[in-house]
């Protein structure tokens, strides 16, 4: 079993940035696609980027060109670095990785943190 685990969270004012961090543990194991989600209070969760392991990355037009999505496979780690914030982007953001573990396809998710935008 894989185990996810944010952390980079916080409360920030409108314009600032953010780093989010995802470690991954677990037995041998290989990431396939790293996601960033969010849910707001009251709405739907969204995807906001992803990455593949050719290092393809697809981000939602919301945030195209204010976040990156990126991954450090040897750490096992990956990062959603947010620019610009804008009080909508307010919202708890989950990771979520998908891959092989011990020849069969897992899909985890962590358990979020929280990212505040307000003056």
């Known amino acids: 079993q894989v185990q996810l685990v944010e952390s980079g969270g916080g409360l920030v004012q409108p314009g600032g940035s953010l780093r989010l961090s995802c470690a991954a543990s677990?037995?041998?194991?290989?990431?396939?696609?790293i996601e960033w989600n969010r849910q707001a209070p009251g709405k739907q969760r969204e995807l906001v980027a992803s990455?593949?392991?050719?290092?393809?990355?697809n981000y939602a037009d919301s945030v195209k060109g204010r976040f990156s999505i990126s991954r450090d496979n040897a750490k096992k780690m990956g990062y959603l670095e947010m620019n610009n914030l804008k009080p909508e982007d307010t919202a708890v953001y989950y990771c979520?990785?998908?891959?092989?573990?011990?020849?069969?396809?897992?899909?985890?998710w962590g358990q979020g943190t929280q990212v505040t935008v307000s003056s």
């Open positions: 677990g037995s041998t194991f290989s990431m396939y696609a």
């Open positions: 990455i593949n392991n050719s290092g393809r990355k």
């Open positions: 979520n990785v998908r891959g092989l573990s011990g020849g069969r396809w897992y899909d985890s």
